[in-house]
């Protein structure tokens, strides 16, 4: 009987494409040591498929409001746990990540910014709801770099000219945007000035007044999806404070939707996140309701999904839960 040979492969001699569907399997704690094994896995634990999107959106700082600004204190121990997860990343992605995801409670700082903005220059959208700590000159810095960006969503902000400004003047392929708060006519008018060819703009579950809506609509030809589901529209505040709310859209403003590709609304007495604005009086406190809820969108290319498995629970469970 003739003596059969066998043949072996070493694992690192294994494809690129077997050994990425094999480390898409891991977070990023534990692809780090993978990391360390050889030049062919360190090269597949870098790969796009595995960076393409980084959400770190389980990653939330330990904090305290404050009366001045920024309105916000946090614990040392949470930007220092930030830096950790940022370098770890950054070190293992080499530059790949396309799309950031942050938690509306993660507060970050300048040099957490431009630590990012500097290691993922190819950034094409950004989730970053909360901004108190991020400075005017922080923000215009790391736009600068990412002249790929796409897609923003941002809290609403006192003056918003600036980043619409820094935003027109740097990324020529800027199509879609979200504001998660206030809108009013001060930021149409930035956004309708300053990026009059965006495509996608939601402003879901934020107080909305009736004079921004009309003046995006009148004002902004080329867009095409408009997202106002679940606000609280108004007409203005009164001088005694009190709020003239609209329940319906009248016939002038759904006219003017008409033109739009796509356009969502909902002011449903039977809709969860409509009830959910009323009781919050417009400002909605995404941290009374479900981790997923913050994360919905009408929109399909706005909607963030599932969390992923770069950064999981078992990522909290390894130093990094507050």
């Known amino acids: 009987m003739a003596e059969m040979k066998y043949s072996s492969r070493r694992w690192e001699d294994m494809e690129t494409d077997v050994l990425v569907k094999i480390f898409k399997e891991l977070n990023m704690i534990e692809l780090a ?3 360390l094994v050889c030049h062919a896995w360190r090269s597949a634990c870098s790969d796009p498929l595995l960076w393409n999107t980084l959400d ?6 330990n904090f305290i409001q404050t009366r001045a600004s920024p309105y916000i204190w946090v614990d040392d121990r949470s930007d220092r746990k930030l830096m950790k997860a940022l370098r770890i990343a950054m ?8 799309c950031l995801v942050f938690h509306f409670n993660l507060y970050m700082k300048d040099e957490h910014l431009s630590y990012i903005a500097e290691r993922c220059p190819h950034l094409k959208r950004l989730v970053m709801p909360a901004w108190n700590r991020i400075t005017k000159n922080g923000i215009c810095h790391a736009v600068r770099i990412w002249e790929g960006l796409e897609s923003l969503t941002m809290p609403s902000i006192a003056h918003p000219s600036y980043i619409m400004e820094e935003i027109s003047r740097s990324c020529k392929n800027f199509s879609q945007l979200k504001v998660m708060g206030t809108f009013d006519v001060n930021f149409a008018s930035a956004i309708a000035t300053n990026l009059p060819n965006l495509r996608v703009l939601s402003v879901r579950c934020s107080i909305l007044t009736r004079e921004a809506l009309l003046f995006i609509l009148d004002c902004m030809d080329y867009l095409e999806v408009l997202n106002m589901s679940h606000c609280l529209l108004l007409e203005s505040l009164t001088s005694s404070g009190k709020k003239k709310v609209f ?18 609304h909902c002011q449903s007495g039977s809709c969860i996140a409509c009830d959910r604005m009323s009781s919050d009086e417009g400002l909605m406190r995404w941290y009374r ?34």
């Open 33 to 35: 040591p993978v990391a």
């Open 56 to 61: 770190l959106g389980l990653l939330k700082s």
């Open 91 to 98: 070190s293992l992605s080499r530059g790949t990540v396309t």
């Open 247 to 264: 329940r319906e859209l009248d016939g002038g403003i759904r006219d003017k939707t008409a033109r739009l590709r796509e356009f969502f």
């Open 289 to 322: 309701y479900e981790d997923w809820f913050w994360r919905e969108d009408e929109v399909h290319s706005l909607a963030l999904g599932d969390y992923g498995k770069l950064f999981d629970e078992a990522c909290l469970d390894l130093g990094f839960r507050n």
